[in-house]
């Protein structure tokens, strides 16, 4: 199977070792990924929160790249991204004045019909059945907090993805390999996001909470889907601990981090190696 | 050559000024067949009548065109006059140059254009008018009552101490309804069960009342005055008229785990049970779903325990036939289902607020179980997880109330009441215990209201927050419930033991199906429609089907008795009379020329059409065709539209006159 891949800014940038471990961990399951040729920024909340054009232009032109080169499935696996994309597509679906003007503002014909997809729909497309079989080392001992922060699932209306306060499908997934996710209570918080460039104190305050109570139901690791979550939670820790004087030494792995060390994939092919908080 | 007389009304300002009314009366005058054309500042006025009654009776009017407002404000009005001088009443139409004209043109000269026009038009149509004769139907002075809840039992007892009979249908084995299982009342604090029961047994005991409870109404037929309605007996499984009502069958009953509905799975049931102590009738009903002996073959204790020999576990579903002429709808309300998982599509659920998740996340319902006396816990405030006593409760409103992103854009109306008599119920109960509330806005009009809400505030002490929860999650045993203070302008976050979720009314099940078998329209939320918001809100479009209570939208219990006590009025006017007359501008069949396709009996509303046969004296059938049956129909004209071969006709409103209508502009 190939699909689409739409990186973004994170996974050519800071978060590489997404970009690894993601493709990594695909690999192993025969699923190739087609990068959308000549992609550009999603626009991110930059563009949303300055001009409404552009914050559907920008994903929009990503969209026509791909119905070019005729990729009906988009696996982006920032959720940011994925969000904007379909966000995009979701405006250019329903409104013909829209798509006209749209593509005349790109310069390529876009329909908005590709159907973006987050790193959990991938799996799901691969199939609980299909990782069973591949998998070599089930995840014994692992008790993941499963995190989807704030745009995996929201807003509900755009992204029809699992229940938008409550949802299960990583734990569903991490059950099969053998993980045993705990229930937690951070789920959907916010991880302060963006604020970290510009106000480190919410984000060491929030992130701080979600990995408290992560700790407090048990959890030995957290597992999340999304490039800046990572970096709140798993760069920030040290300035967590400065700041609350509390250490939390929590482990923060991406979702194909753990499947592709159930699949037998090292840690450093999984760039694992490359995070801030490593098992010791 | 006709004589027509035509009226034209200045309204006061309202036609005078943007219409120039003398040359309207001056230019009309002029038309072939006017006989006479005046204006006046206010045709409806008894001295405007008396000037239509004079020129009828001086110029000996063969018919009569009043123009001024809307038919709907006093067609009635010029029609009743023409009959005092002798004219038949259908002799009088009226152009609406009012709402039809001068409230909606400015240019002044347009509009006395247009407004000559529509007069020109409705002369037109008057020259071909029939004098008609209202319809005379018999009546059943039976009246069917469907819902036992505080709504029915109200119409129910007042129409039967009218001394009419009532036909009773309640589909739960008891009648009560929601506010049987109600602890205490707003704004009086008075018990509801006291209140309630007394007259629960007035309905029980009435010789004029009829109750079929465990019921379901199955099929409608006929027309105002002439119901014919099959009701649906369901298998109860215990002879009513045998029973007792002893209670040795379910003291032995071994299937005690059912989750009680009477206690909205607060408490727990037998499988043979009364819902409650004092159900009216006093008589168990056994649930099939949950008896040993029916899902087995096992058990039938309770049938050797009976004394009476009542049990019958042969029983069947039974359909019986009752006769009616009039129906009063009072099905009453159900809760918003707040968890994720929603049955209809148009709904989204809270996943946010942990119900269904948390066992101590209740609805409103639940916790007035929980409060009642005769409730699961015997009044004492419990929460269902532990049994302890909750020392800190959040009330939140609005939940799917005013919310479109859930798919209800309403407010329940009774909520913001409830909430505060709920913090008082609690804090009278537990003295230590601290109540909050989060609310958009406190609706508390009506009688003693608002005074009750500062009550709870003020006296009571309990804490309101006016923002929303975005979140109730668990720690420690404690519900954490996170929202914000919007007044303070602060997120805020309340360890909580309980939570109580004040959910939206909606109309009861199954309430859309029968308002399909009884023609009622129902709105997109399927709150059933009155026939006009104002002026008819008992009556529906469906003639002789009256609705009250929550069925309709929601309502609190003064409410709800008003209006079943006005439904119940309404049923005695149609009873105070031999005969009903009704509105003879209805449909008719030309049942030569009708090719008995029968598209007119498909597409009519109200089934008003039936398939009949003309038959020579011997008996042999001559032609099939079909034909309007006089008490069903409304006159809205469909027949008429798709009848192929034009046999469809509507009286008042005949194609001819309505070629006549446009051939005068044209």
Redesign the interface.
């Known amino acids: 199977m190939e699909i689409g891949y739409y990186p973004g800014c994170a996974l050519h940038g800071s978060s590489n070792d997404y970009e690894r471990s993601v493709r990594a961990c695909l690999g192993a399951l025969d699923t190739g990924l087609k990068e959308v040729d000549d992609w550009i920024c999603c626009g991110a909340t930059a563009a949303h929160s300055l001009n409404q054009k552009l914050a559907v232009a920008l994903p929009a032109r990503n969209l026509a790249l791909a119905e070019r080169d005729g990729l009906d499935e988009l696996l982006a696996p920032c959720p940011m991204c994925s969000m904007e994309l379909l966000k995009a597509g979701h405006l250019l679906g329903k409104d013909k004045g829209l798509r006209e003007e749209i593509s005349g503002i790109v310069e390529l014909k876009v329909e908005g019909r590709t159907r973006v997809l987050n790193l959990i729909q991938v799996f799901q497309m691969v199939g609980l059945e299909k990782i069973k079989e591949k998998m070599t080392r089930p995840l014994e001992g692992f008790k993941p907090a499963c995190y989807y922060g704030c745009l995996l699932t929201r807003p509900p209306e755009v992204l029809r993805f699992d229940d938008c306060e409550q949802p299960e499908s990583m734990e569903t997934l991490l059950k099969a390999v053998g993980a045993e996710p705990v229930e937690w209570n951070y789920k959907t918080e916010c991880c302060g996001a963006g604020m970290t460039m510009c106000n480190e104190d919410t984000v060491l305050d929030l992130s701080h909470k979600i990995l408290a109570n992560a700790e407090a139901h048990g959890a030995n690791c957290l597992v999340v889907a999304c490039p800046m979550c990572h970096v709140n939670l798993d760069m920030k820790q040290a300035d967590i601990e400065r700041k609350y004087q509390m250490r939390h030494d929590m482990v923060v792995y991406y979702l194909s981090d753990l499947i592709g060390l159930a699949l037998g994939l090292d840690e450093a092919a999984l760039g694992v190696d490359r995070h801030y908080v490593v098992k010791r | 050559m006709a004589r027509i007389g035509v009226f034209t009304c200045w309204c006061g300002e309202n036609i005078a000024r943007n219409v120039d009314v003398d040359k309207v009366a001056e230019e009309v005058a002029k038309l072939p067949h006017v006989r006479c054309s005046l204006a006046y500042k206010y045709m409806c006025s008894d001295p405007g009548q008396a000037i239509v009654r004079d020129k009828i009776r001086e110029e000996k009017l063969h018919g009569v065109v009043v123009a001024s407002c809307s038919p709907h404000m006093h067609l009635k009005t010029f029609r009743k006059a023409a009959e005092l001088e002798g004219l038949n009443p259908y002799l009088v139409e009226m152009a609406n140059i009012r709402e039809h004209c001068s409230w909606v043109h400015h240019n002044r000269e347009q509009a006395t254009a247009k407004a000559i026009d529509l007069i020109r038009m409705s002369v037109a149509k008057v020259m071909r008018n029939r004098a008609l004769q209202p319809i005379r139907v018999p009546v059943t002075k039976r009246a069917l009552v469907i819902g036992g809840g505080v709504a029915g039992i109200q119409a129910a007892l007042d129409i039967a101490d009218a001394g009419h009979q009532v036909v009773l249908v309640e589909r739960e084995p008891s009648i009560g309804g929601k506010m049987a299982g109600l602890s205490e009342t707003f704004p009086t604090l008075d018990c509801s069960q006291c209140i309630l029961t007394p007259r629960m047994v007035d309905v029980g005991q009435h010789p004029n009342i009829i109750m079929h409870t465990y019921s379901e109404v199955e099929a409608v037929e006929g027309y105002v005055g002439n119901f014919k309605v099959t009701v649906r007996k369901k298998a109860r499984y215990v002879d009513v008229d045998k029973c007792t009502g002893c209670g040795a069958c379910w003291n032995v009953c071994v299937s005690k785990k059912n989750l009680s509905e009477f206690d909205f799975g607060m408490g727990k049931r037998t499988a043979i049970y009364v819902p409650f102590p004092q159900a009216v009738p006093a008589r168990p009903v056994i649930d099939k779903s949950a008896c040993l002996r029916l899902t087995k073959g096992k058990c039938g204790v309770c049938e050797k325990k009976c004394a009476a020999g009542a049990i019958n576990f042969e029983d069947e579903d039974r359909l019986i036939t009752e006769e009616v002429g009039a129906v009063v709808v009072a099905t009453g309300y159900k809760l918003y289902d707040i968890g994720?998982d929603q049955a209809n599509a148009k709904l989204?659920g809270?996943?946010?607020y942990?119900y269904g998740?948390y066992k101590d996340v209740i609805d409103s319902l639940q916790f007035e179980r929980i409060v009642s006396a005769s409730g699961p816990t015997g009044g004492e405030i419990k929460r269902p997880s532990d049994g302890k006593e909750p020392k800190s409760v959040v009330f939140i409103s609005c939940v799917g109330s005013r919310d479109n992103a859930k798919g209800l854009s309403y407010c329940s109306k009774i909520c913001c009441m409830y909430n505060a008599k709920h913090t008082m119920l609690y804090k009278h109960k537990v003295h230590d215990g601290q109540a909050h509330v989060f609310y958009m806005d406190i609706r508390s009009g009506g009688k003693n209201y608002d005074e009750f809400v500062r009550r709870a505030i003020e006296q009571d002490g309990a804490h309101y927050h006016r923002g929303r929860v975005s979140?109730i999650?668990?720690?420690n045993g404690k519900l954490?419930v996170r929202g914000v203070d919007t007044l303070a302008g602060v997120p805020v976050t309340i360890e909580a033991d309980m939570v109580v979720l004040a959910s939206a009314m909606r109309p009861a099940d199954g309430v859309e199906q029968l308002a399909q078998k009884l023609n009622v329209g129902y709105d997109e939320f399927g709150f059933l429609s009155e026939s006009h918001p104002k002026l008819r809100p008992i009556e529906t479009n469906a003639a002789g089907v009256f609705v009250c209570g929550a069925c309709q939208a929601p309502k609190d219990i003064p409410e709800s008795v008003a209006q079943a006590s006005a439904a119940a009025g309404k049923v005695q006017v149609m009873f105070s009379h031999q005969e009903m007359t009704r509105e003879p501008e209805i449909a008719s069949i030309n049942e030569q020329t009708c090719a008995a396709c029968f598209a007119c009996v498909r597409t009519c509303p109200y089934t008003a059409i039936e398939k009949a046969e003309i038959r020579d004296r011997n008996g042999k059938r001559i032609k099939r065709t079909a034909r309007v049956n006089p008490g069903l129909c409304m006159g809205c004209g469909t027949c008429v539209a798709v009848c192929p071969s034009k046999s469809a006709d509507l009286e008042g409103f005949t194609e001819q006159q309505i070629y006549a209508m446009v051939e005068s502009l044209v």
Request: proline share 0%; aromatic share 8%; hydrophobic share 10%.
């Open positions: 994720k989204e809270y996943g946010e942990g998740k979140k999650t668990e720690e954490i």
